[in-house]
Protein backbone atom coordinates (compact mmCIF):
# COMPACT_ATOMS: atom_id res chain seq x y z
CA UNK A 1 0.00 0.00 0.00
CA UNK A 2 1.17 3.50 -0.91
CA UNK A 3 2.28 6.00 1.85
CA UNK A 4 -0.93 8.12 1.44
CA UNK A 5 -3.35 5.12 1.22
CA UNK A 6 -2.11 3.58 4.73
CA UNK A 7 -2.72 7.12 6.09
CA UNK A 8 -6.35 7.16 4.84
CA UNK A 9 -6.84 3.67 6.23
CA UNK A 10 -5.33 4.70 10.18
CA UNK A 11 -7.37 7.96 10.26
CA UNK A 12 -10.39 6.06 9.64
CA UNK A 13 -9.55 3.55 12.26
CA UNK A 14 -8.89 6.23 14.16
CA UNK A 15 -12.37 8.03 13.66
CA UNK A 16 -14.27 4.95 13.98
CA UNK A 17 -12.77 4.30 17.99
CA UNK A 18 -13.50 8.17 18.27
CA UNK A 19 -17.56 7.05 17.38
CA UNK A 20 -17.35 4.44 19.61
CA UNK A 21 -15.86 6.48 22.34
CA UNK A 22 -18.65 8.54 22.20
CA UNK A 23 -21.59 6.09 22.77
CA UNK A 24 -22.11 4.74 26.24
CA UNK A 25 -20.20 1.24 26.88
CA UNK A 26 -23.51 -0.89 26.32
CA UNK A 27 -25.34 0.37 23.46
CA UNK A 28 -24.37 -0.49 19.87
CA UNK A 29 -26.90 1.94 18.56
CA UNK A 30 -27.55 5.55 18.74
CA UNK A 31 -30.92 5.77 19.75
CA UNK A 32 -33.55 2.99 21.18
CA UNK A 33 -35.76 3.08 17.95
CA UNK A 34 -32.90 2.33 15.89
CA UNK A 35 -32.07 -0.73 17.95
CA UNK A 36 -36.07 -1.42 17.44
CA UNK A 37 -36.13 -1.23 14.15
CA UNK A 38 -32.89 -3.29 13.45
CA UNK A 39 -34.70 -6.10 15.28
CA UNK A 40 -37.57 -5.83 13.68
CA UNK A 41 -36.13 -6.03 10.43
CA UNK A 42 -33.85 -8.51 11.07
CA UNK A 43 -37.18 -11.04 12.42
CA UNK A 44 -38.28 -10.34 9.32
CA UNK A 45 -36.11 -11.03 6.89
CA UNK A 46 -35.07 -14.00 9.30
CA UNK A 47 -38.95 -15.06 8.65
CA UNK A 48 -38.47 -14.03 4.99
CA UNK A 49 -36.03 -16.56 3.90
CA UNK A 50 -36.66 -19.21 6.44
CA UNK A 51 -40.38 -19.45 5.03
CA UNK A 52 -39.05 -19.93 2.21
CA UNK A 53 -37.71 -23.12 3.36
CA UNK A 54 -40.65 -24.23 4.89
CA UNK A 55 -42.83 -23.83 2.15
CA UNK A 56 -40.69 -26.60 0.00
CA UNK A 57 -40.68 -28.73 3.14
CA UNK A 58 -44.84 -28.59 3.03
CA UNK A 59 -44.95 -28.75 -0.14
CA UNK A 60 -46.35 -26.15 -1.03
CA UNK A 61 -43.14 -25.13 -3.19
CA UNK A 62 -41.75 -27.61 -5.81
CA UNK A 63 -38.08 -28.88 -3.73
CA UNK A 64 -35.15 -27.01 -4.95
CA UNK A 65 -32.00 -28.37 -3.14
CA UNK A 66 -30.00 -25.28 -4.33
CA UNK A 67 -32.95 -22.67 -3.08
CA UNK A 68 -32.98 -24.11 0.02
CA UNK A 69 -29.39 -24.11 0.92
CA UNK A 70 -29.01 -20.72 -0.45
CA UNK A 71 -31.73 -19.47 1.73
CA UNK A 72 -30.10 -21.40 4.95
CA UNK A 73 -26.86 -19.64 4.31
CA UNK A 74 -29.04 -16.08 5.08
CA UNK A 75 -30.96 -17.39 7.54
CA UNK A 76 -27.73 -19.00 9.04
CA UNK A 77 -26.13 -15.51 9.58
CA UNK A 78 -29.31 -13.06 9.84
CA UNK A 79 -30.25 -14.94 13.09
CA UNK A 80 -27.36 -13.82 15.07
CA UNK A 81 -28.20 -10.14 14.73
CA UNK A 82 -31.54 -9.75 16.39
CA UNK A 83 -30.38 -10.53 20.09
CA UNK A 84 -27.80 -7.43 20.14
CA UNK A 85 -30.79 -5.04 19.32
CA UNK A 86 -32.57 -5.89 23.01
CA UNK A 87 -30.17 -3.83 25.06
CA UNK A 88 -31.59 -2.13 28.34
CA UNK A 89 -33.86 0.72 27.46
CA UNK A 90 -35.45 -0.54 24.35
CA UNK A 91 -38.49 -1.10 25.66
CA UNK A 92 -40.03 1.99 24.06
CA UNK A 93 -39.14 4.28 21.58
CA UNK A 94 -41.37 2.88 18.61
CA UNK A 95 -44.23 0.64 18.32
CA UNK A 96 -42.92 -3.01 19.58
CA UNK A 97 -43.75 -6.05 20.37
CA UNK A 98 -41.09 -6.92 23.12
CA UNK A 99 -42.67 -7.90 26.16
CA UNK A 100 -40.91 -6.67 29.86
CA UNK A 101 -40.07 -10.43 30.61
CA UNK A 102 -37.02 -9.99 28.00
CA UNK A 103 -35.22 -7.76 30.37
CA UNK A 104 -36.33 -8.99 33.49
CA UNK A 105 -35.57 -12.57 32.35
CA UNK A 106 -32.43 -12.04 30.01
CA UNK A 107 -30.52 -15.17 30.39
CA UNK A 108 -33.34 -17.12 29.68
CA UNK A 109 -34.43 -14.70 26.73
CA UNK A 110 -30.50 -15.16 25.78
CA UNK A 111 -30.86 -19.13 25.84
CA UNK A 112 -34.17 -18.71 23.59
CA UNK A 113 -31.61 -17.02 21.06
CA UNK A 114 -28.84 -19.54 21.14
CA UNK A 115 -31.79 -22.37 21.06
CA UNK A 116 -32.89 -21.06 18.00
CA UNK A 117 -29.37 -20.33 16.60
CA UNK A 118 -28.41 -24.40 17.58
CA UNK A 119 -31.80 -25.61 15.43
CA UNK A 120 -30.29 -23.06 12.55
CA UNK A 121 -26.74 -24.90 12.17
CA UNK A 122 -28.85 -28.24 12.02
CA UNK A 123 -30.87 -27.00 8.95
CA UNK A 124 -27.80 -25.30 7.70
CA UNK A 125 -26.14 -28.64 7.93
CA UNK A 126 -28.94 -30.56 6.42
CA UNK A 127 -29.50 -27.89 3.66
CA UNK A 128 -25.67 -28.92 2.57
CA UNK A 129 -26.77 -32.13 2.62
CA UNK A 130 -29.65 -31.93 0.20
CA UNK A 131 -31.86 -34.49 1.51
CA UNK A 132 -35.55 -33.58 1.78
CA UNK A 133 -36.41 -35.73 5.30
CA UNK A 134 -33.54 -34.09 6.92
CA UNK A 135 -34.49 -30.78 5.69
CA UNK A 136 -38.03 -31.15 7.09
CA UNK A 137 -37.08 -32.25 10.45
CA UNK A 138 -34.69 -29.94 11.20
CA UNK A 139 -37.54 -27.28 9.25
CA UNK A 140 -39.63 -28.61 12.36
CA UNK A 141 -37.04 -27.70 15.01
CA UNK A 142 -36.06 -24.46 13.97
CA UNK A 143 -40.40 -23.28 13.92
CA UNK A 144 -40.37 -25.02 17.48
CA UNK A 145 -37.51 -22.53 18.34
CA UNK A 146 -39.15 -19.60 17.39
CA UNK A 147 -42.76 -20.24 18.66
CA UNK A 148 -41.10 -21.00 21.82
CA UNK A 149 -39.78 -17.32 22.39
CA UNK A 150 -42.66 -15.59 20.82
CA UNK A 151 -44.47 -17.78 23.45
CA UNK A 152 -42.87 -16.34 26.27
CA UNK A 153 -41.31 -13.00 24.94
CA UNK A 154 -43.52 -11.44 22.08
CA UNK A 155 -46.61 -9.69 22.42
CA UNK A 156 -49.75 -10.04 19.87
CA UNK A 157 -50.18 -6.47 19.46
CA UNK A 158 -47.86 -3.33 19.05
CA UNK A 159 -47.45 -0.99 21.72
C1 LIG B 1 -34.98 -15.02 21.44
C2 LIG B 1 -36.37 -14.80 21.12
C3 LIG B 1 -36.86 -14.90 19.71
C4 LIG B 1 -36.58 -15.89 18.78
C5 LIG B 1 -35.74 -17.13 18.97
C6 LIG B 1 -37.27 -15.51 17.58
N1 LIG B 1 -37.96 -14.33 17.76
FE1 LIG B 1 -39.03 -13.36 16.36
N2 LIG B 1 -39.37 -11.85 17.68
C7 LIG B 1 -38.99 -11.83 19.00
C8 LIG B 1 -39.44 -10.61 19.62
C9 LIG B 1 -39.24 -10.20 21.07
C10 LIG B 1 -40.10 -9.87 18.63
C11 LIG B 1 -40.72 -8.47 18.76
C12 LIG B 1 -39.66 -7.40 18.38
C13 LIG B 1 -40.17 -5.98 18.47
O1 LIG B 1 -41.35 -5.72 18.08
O2 LIG B 1 -39.43 -5.11 18.93
C14 LIG B 1 -40.04 -10.69 17.41
C15 LIG B 1 -40.59 -10.31 16.19
C16 LIG B 1 -40.68 -11.13 15.08
C17 LIG B 1 -41.35 -10.77 13.86
C18 LIG B 1 -42.07 -9.46 13.57
C19 LIG B 1 -41.06 -8.48 12.97
C20 LIG B 1 -41.66 -7.12 12.66
O3 LIG B 1 -41.73 -6.78 11.47
O4 LIG B 1 -42.04 -6.39 13.59
C21 LIG B 1 -41.22 -11.85 13.02
C22 LIG B 1 -41.77 -11.96 11.60
C23 LIG B 1 -40.45 -12.86 13.71
N3 LIG B 1 -40.14 -12.39 14.97
C24 LIG B 1 -40.10 -14.07 13.17
C25 LIG B 1 -39.26 -15.00 13.80
C26 LIG B 1 -38.83 -16.25 13.22
C27 LIG B 1 -39.21 -16.77 11.84
C28 LIG B 1 -38.03 -16.86 14.14
C29 LIG B 1 -37.32 -18.18 14.04
C30 LIG B 1 -36.51 -18.46 12.88
C31 LIG B 1 -37.96 -15.98 15.29
N4 LIG B 1 -38.72 -14.87 15.04
C32 LIG B 1 -37.24 -16.27 16.42
C33 LIG B 1 -38.28 -12.81 19.65
C34 LIG B 1 -37.74 -13.94 19.06
Given at each position: ?????????????????????????????????????????????????????????????????????????????????????????????????????????????????????????????????????????????????????????????LK
Amino acid sequence: MEKRKLLIAASCVASMVGLCAALPAHAQFQKPEHAIKYRQSSMSILATHFGRIAAMANGKVPFDAKAVAANAEVVSMIAKLPLAAFGEGTDKGLPTRAKPEIWKESAKFKEASDKMIGEIAKLDAAAKGGNLDQIKAAVGGVGQSCKACHDSFQNDDLK
